[in-house]
T-cell receptor, first 115, second 115 residues
Framework: AQSVTQLGSHVSVSEGALVLLRCNYS??????LFWYVQYPNQGLQLLLK??????LVKGINGFEAEFKKSETSFHLTKPSAHMSDAAEYFC?????????????FGQGTELSVKP | DGGITQSPKYLFRKEGQNVTLSCEQN?????MYWYRQDPGQGLRLIYY???????QKGDIAEGYSVSREKKESFPLTVTSAQKNPTAFYLC??????????????FGNGTRLTVT
C-alpha cells in the first residue's frame, strides 16, 4: 500500500537557517513523489516532483529534495529560510497503476520562520 | 490564465441540509479529484473522475456524491448523511487519466461550516 509519513508536524527555524522537512514513503511500485506548499486558506502549490529522472530534484523558491531509495526518503531542504517560507508543506506519493493518478498525502508539516 | 475555480470560498449551512460545492477547470485536464482537509490529518481523497460520466470512490466517500457531466466541471455534494461535514474542501485536476507521474493542480478551496 502507498503511504507517506512526515516526521514533525511543526518545525521552527530562524531566518537564514537551514530548512529540513522530513518525508518517508512506502510504495509497492516505483514511486513518484511530490512536495507541495500551502499558504493559509489557499490551495496547494507544487514545489517539486521526483519522477525517476534524477535523484536530486530542484524546485521553486530555492527548495530541493533528494530521493533515497535505500532509506525510502524524500526530504525537502532549503539552505537559507526566508520569512515568506512560513507555510504548511505536504509530501505525497503517487497511487498504484489502477488508482487513476491519485496522490496519497502525508499529514503535513507546518514551518515557522523566526526573525 | 488557466486554472481551477472553486466557489464559494466560504459556505455556511445548517445541519441536515445538502450543499453543493462547485469546481470548474479550464486546463483541459482529463482527471479531477476532491480532497477533504482537516487539521493534522493531511488531505484525504473523497472521489475522483478520470473521464466524463465516470467517477470512483476515494477513501472517505460516505456522505458525499459527485457528477461529471462535462469535462470542465466536477461538483461535490455534501449530503446530510455526512456526519462531520465541517472542513476545507480542495478540488484538483491532472492532465490525463491514470498518469502516476503527473502532479495535481489545485483550486483555492472551499471552507464549509455546518452548524
Amino acid at each position: 500500500a502507498q503511504s507517506v509519513t512526515q516526521l514533525g508536524s511543526h518545525v521552527s527555524v530562524s531566518e537564514g537557517a537551514l530548512v529540513l522537512l522530513r518525508c518517508n514513503y512506502s510504495s509497492s511500485v516505483p514511486p513518484y513523489l511530490f512536495w507541495y506548499v500551502q499558504y493559509p486558506n489557499q490551495g496547494l502549490q507544487l514545489l517539486l516532483k521526483y519522477t525517476s529522472a534524477a535523484t536530486l530534484v530542484k524546485g521553486i523558491n530555492g527548495f530541493e529534495a533528494e530521493f533515497k531509495k535505500s532509506e525510502t526518503s524524500f526530504h525537502l531542504t532549503k539552505p537559507s529560510a526566508h520569512m515568506s517560507d512560513a507555510a504548511e508543506y505536504f509530501c505525497a506519493v503517487s497511487g498504484l497503476y489502477n488508482q487513476g493518478g491519485k496522490l496519497i498525502f502525508g499529514q503535513g508539516t507546518e514551518l515557522s520562520v523566526k526573525p | 490564465d488557466g486554472g481551477i475555480t472553486q466557489s464559494p470560498k466560504y459556505l455556511f449551512r445548517k445541519e441536515g441540509q445538502n450543499v453543493t460545492l462547485s469546481c470548474e477547470q479550464n486546463l483541459n485536464h482529463d482527471a479531477m479529484y476532491w480532497y477533504r482537509q482537516d487539521p493534522g490529518q493531511g488531505l484525504r481523497l473523497i472521489y475522483y473522475s478520470q473521464i466524463v460520466n465516470d467517477f470512483q470512490k476515494g477513501d472517505i466517500a460516505e456522505g458525499y456524491s459527485v457528477s461529471r457531466e462535462k469535462k470542465e466541471s466536477f461538483p461535490l455534494t455534501v449530503t446530510s448523511a455526512q456526519k462531520n461535514p465541517t472542513a476545507f474542501y480542495l478540488c484538483a485536476s491532472s492532465i490525463r487519466q491514470g498518469a502516476r507521474n503527473s502532479p495535481l493542480h489545485f483550486g483555492n478551496g472551499t471552507r464549509l461550516t455546518v452548524t
